[in-house]
């Protein structure tokens, strides 16, 4: 943005502007050029990663227009979220998308190879947290991370998630996803030494109270280094766990 | 009960009594004669068990009446919840019991000796449990109980949990007391193979909600053998251990 | 566990394994195996009991899959809980599943001869709760438990449930099912010297907020040795209470 | 209020008022005086019953204002509710006032004949319920009702309420006192025939939420005839059981 | 009850039976005919009155067989609440019940005379609250009560209300039926001297909370005189309103 | 309405009526003519405005006979809220209703010219808030305002709304619509110098509770100026956000 | 604060400035400056309003600070919201403040005339709500209102309500404060016809929960015209009222 | 841990331990060391870096104990979080604690140089969320980070949090701490392009809910890459800001 100012200031400078002019010039100039807008400029340095359309409240005809626009500019990886089956065939009718039923996923053109610098660990309390998980997991994929899934490691049996001890060691960024009690996140963030992001889902029954008891669980963590998304948001933490896979190091 | 009711009417039979007077008898017994009157007849088949008296909401001067009326009549241990320490210092005046700060009860007399068939383990996650876990061990002592104390075995630390295994799986039953999240219930219920009893606690700020989050949690456990009592309810918990501990094999 | 760890130090004592080999088989050698897995190894002890398949969220193709391979490890009952009605029908083609339309739940082979030490009694609060009733039920017999069923015998007319005091105060255990204001569990607990667990129901309608006021009401139960399990969960309860059934007495 | 606006009519009618005068006139009379104002009009009608003063919030000078020009009228009884130990203190150094600690009522003048047409059965589950119990029965006292009580009759020894039934089930109106719980209205209302006013109570701790948990227990009573007042809410109960014990029958 | 257990005493008496034979009969006989069940006993002295089957839950054939059953008897009105359009059609083919849509009851054989003391008015906020207040007026008046409708008289146009203050003053019972801000019974409760039965209804969006904030304003009326009952519960107004209109007066 | 009591107090005072028969009429003209029916008469005032029908719970043939009444009357604008889409086809039939699908709205005759004093600015979150933004938008523009939207200018891109600072200083009231976090209404609220009005939206998932989360953020809204209206009640925003832009200056 | 870039691009323009130092100059001046910070702008128009000080959590050290700053300023009240005694009474020691216990509110300097369009109504449902009436009122009039105090008019007696509907129907603006059922907005909601302000007050005990039964109630309103702000926020609708009542005619 | 294990198995392997030896070393060895205990080993490779204690719920003999001996073992910083004043008093009288009372926090020692790999900012919305705000910026320094503070940007002024664009866009890591609507966490989420940690506070009143309202209205943030932690849990959030601050990058 400075740069863009500093223009038209310079502008002024040479008589090549008139005050007024400038003014009007600073005023037309939309504020996400004054550097408030970050994800396109940012995005643009890190080719190759995918772009991703929230699927949910879109018809099929305004995925398929802006799919078909993303690609035209170039764009080799596009992700669909919270697509329903329904909406996926009509757009398969057009495109040529792959859709990840258990995710709700539609995914255009190729995954990118991941350019993150450790890898992801996608952890889920039970096989019903697994819809959730698949679109944090799927996310961070076509963000360009590595991926590892640790799928139906819950506390109920705790001997699962030691056996995976190694992996979970050794990743950047853990997703840990449950419902139910939720104390995955917990038993997590103890046992690693980087952070967790937990992901309650709604998957429970009575005094779940369709996340609340997992979500309420998860903030109340005593294990450091554990935040906590909204429930069932597989794709904000697969978002989050990509941007701290990608933070560098010092120059 | 039917000892009476039988009396009364032996009494009819025998023309001791016409129906009109037996049929006034048994309008005036009061129904507790009637068999519906557990604790009481229970207790006496049991000697030796502690009497316990609820100290919240009575006065000292009515703590030491019940108290001394009931080493009166001949009973060894007295046990007093609830007890501030005000009341204690009152009730010290007058009778020799000790008080032990951190679960706010009194003790009057002689602990019993354990008459239960196991052990049972009181388990905490934190440090800050621990009151609520003393009002239980002292509770489930009092009846009878041996008791093992694992306190601070929280989940966030799991191998501290793990490290108890063998005291954990000899256990007849186990009371796991946690704020927070927790999700101590449920890791260890997924450890053992007896029944777990739940303890939430008001320990926790915020999200905690003064015990709400981890009730819920532990109500979703995912591990087969758990149920759950009020929050800060040790005295409900030991009392229910000691009557799980008590239970009778095959005759 | 041990003696598992063990024999791979005695190999390695003996010669007959390196170090490095023992590490390796230490390594290979699921944490279930050091002791964690309680369920098979136990549940190995007491033959004849029934395999239990939660059938919520598995595919009819699953759910055939995981029974016939239990069949033919020789189990002689499976249990198949939270089944939908379609589900058992595509079962049903395949595996010769009696389906018990109340409690959703499918049963594959013959229920075993009850072996615990005492009787377990189901009551509701009203017919509405007896679906549920009968999830805990079927349970229990299927863990090899004898079963007194008290239905509809709630505390709007207390009458009905005092009529059957005896079947009550010879309980090794009760399993008291209710849903609306839930208050079951509490005159039970009055009644009975042996632990109830409270099961709140969603049955009702506005303030019983699908369940919570029942469970809300049984936690606060004033009567002694009652715990509570999550909204209609018929299975946890059946499941616990066959634990404290099979408990044994002194050696 | 017909009468009145009658004579301002008839006035216009017979020439001593013009219209622009009863306009006027109905304009300026208070609405009170149009009819909507019941509470005083009919109390003129039943003298002898004691006035009622809300103490909460009003400071001792006002409270002695109060009393003094209700006395000055010729009230017998004054009522004085939620008045804490300290301004009872200080408006007995003006008034003779007798207070009630356990209910925080004062009372001046003498409680007046029972003039109602039955009896009031006031019941409580517990001791600790016994202020909010006593705030429902001495306000039916002073509104002129016979009032038994039944305290600590609680549902988790529901013999020690059956032994009560004689004065249960001839009761005009019951007023239930209960925290925890609160299964005290549905076992009454299921053995009575009468209306029966539940008042939950906050007493209690964790999960009884501050009474809210005995609130919805009594909201979804399955026994029919009860109804609710708010949490603690004694003289509300006291009121409305006074109203119905002296509604009249047939003329 | 006293009549039965009477008998038996004399038979004892006039020694036609041994003590031994008659507890067994005391034992046998149901705990219902020791004078708690109260509904039948009662319900036979008003005759004319429906008997109400709750039809929530029941299948067809079991309510056609409960209500054949019934007017076998020699029951003259019989109602069914919560009942479906579709089941009341099954219904219809076998026994001729009218059904009112509105309230999905079904009505067999003819409406009682009114019999109680006063008048019952019905009172609704909205129109979306007709179908709770047409279940509370036919089960009052299936009960033998004279029924005054007031439909749409919510309080933000209170003149509606004040239109019809003289039937409102002159009820013996009120039921004030409202959804959203549920303010109706307290504006109510201070125009009427008689008891007011406040229903929430769940009719409403957002911040009613499917009643709970209904609900709320009712419980916390600064009217004296107001008690409530669960949300949409229109037929425990209806009953109890009943109950309240059948009282006697002094003899 | 003075005036119409003025002319029955007239005939009184002219002889034309007795007391008695103004007793009568003044009983019989209802209330709303004393006053309190503050809408028509003042709508009255303001020619040319909209009638806005509550399409929700009345059925196509009521609607059609309300609109076609209105439309006789002379009302040239008739608005038709919360009206599905299966009803507008089926008034469509009989009425040239044109159909809002996004509000659900019916619209009837033409919208009146805007008379406010200035603009009402509509402005949401997200796409997704689009159809309580018309809702509101196209009840203010029926009341005659004048309507600014700007859409889809959430604070997680607060360049989007800087960019539109100046239609939004201009406003004289601003709807401030969202869903999810709701922090629209308090980031304007600090912006702009007018009265905002804030509507949150149930838009959202799991933690937004159904809306819950954004009403609570508005009513704690730390920016001076704002008020809140139910969970999606755009209708109510328009309607007082026309009130408020109707408010005419000093005389 | 368009003037404001204006005079530093004409001073580009005019060489008196490089771009670098207009750059300069451009992010030295806070986004205050560019127009975003209205209320001192417009403050400054509308000279004699009094400034707001926010008291909680201010030493009084601090809150003598600010104002005799802006005594210093010229400013002639200065008004101190949510200030406790204590601080008031340090504050008296240095500042001649007079205090209002009732609302806790300190006036520095003299009220300002009134130069609001209008009245401005604060109206109670009771005595209790006083305090935050009194934020309410001294707010608006120190920020140049004329207020009618209608105190203690609550639904409960609506005949006191209808008593003053002349300065309710004259109103501006109508403040209706009301804790308990909250029920005050609707009803005035419905009898005026300007905009209502529902401020819910904590007063109240049980199911009140502190203000949230009011706040919903008020939400709910289904009068038109009625908003909310928080719970006990005086200030929020005294400001807000004030910002109504001084929005101009057309021109 | 491998190795610990390998080099038993190699002393056994060696004939220097039996295999009985070594199987009790095993069991012997704690948890801690089989490698679940993360802290302490990698804290090790950090030198320099403070030690935390958690001071709620110790008592002052505790923290001087706890805290001599981390001195006595090198550690050159000590931190104590949740230290009343009074606590820190007593600590003060054997220790050099310097006590922050904004932050109730106390430091022994000298905090360390920076050694992470960016900046850490920690912004708040108001000035009464500072207390929490010096717990997450004293904690983040205490683990070796730079730390700048933004204080009082709340989003009802954006224009103050837009004065500091640079600072926010140039952190590794942004902190945004908020209490009443919690809107900070999602307009900083949609400025910078680096995770961003919401912690929501307590500052609030009424329908702020004890930062309840915060907290959801975090949750449902719709920027991406915010994640949040408990209510007021300052240390929590400087703990994992600290933790992504130090991830290193690609080797």
């Known amino acids: 943005m400075n740069r863009q100012i500093l223009q038209i200031l310079r502008q002024v400078e040479q008589g090549k502007l008139t005050a007024q002019e400038a003014m009007l010039q600073l005023k037309l100039e939309p504020f996400a050029d004054l550097g408030f807008a970050k994800v396109d400029q940012h995005r643009a340095l890190r080719q190759g990663v995918a772009e991703i359309i929230y699927g949910e409240g879109k018809t099929p005809e305004q995925i398929i227009g802006i ?6 500019q ?3 990886t596009v992700l669909i979220t919270r697509l329903s089956p329904e909406k996926a065939q009509q757009i398969q009718t057009q495109l040529s998308v792959q ?5 709700r996923m539609g995914i255009l053109g190729q995954m990118p190879e991941p350019d993150g610098i450790g890898t992801i ?3 889920t309390g039970g ?4 819809p959730v998980a698949e679109e944090a997991a799927l996310t961070a994929e076509a963000l360009g991370n590595q991926v590892i899934r640790l799928y139906d490691v819950g506390v109920a049996g705790v001997h699962r998630l030691l056996a995976h001890l190694e992996e979970l060691m050794s990743a950047r960024v853990v997703i840990a996803i449950a ?24 998957v429970g029954y009575g005094a779940s109270l369709n996340g609340l008891a997992a979500l309420l669980s998860m903030l109340n963590s005593c294990a450091s280094g554990v935040s906590v998304v ?5 794709f904000g933490a697969g978002y989050l766990a990509s ?9």
Do not use: F
């Open 99 to 103: 859709y990840d039923q258990s995710s």
């Open 121 to 123: 660990v996608v952890a």
């Open 127 to 130: 096989t019903s947290d697994i």
């Open 67 to 72: 799919a078909s626009s993303l690609q035209e």
């Open 243 to 251: 941007m701290i896979n990608h933070l560098e190091g010092k120059a």
């Open 230 to 234: 909204n429930i069932d948001n597989g």
């Open 179 to 202: 419902g139910m009690e939720g104390a995955l996140a917990s038993v997590i963030g103890g046992l690693v030494d980087c952070p967790v992001i937990g992901v309650p889902t709604s």
């Open 74 to 76: 170039g764009q080799k």
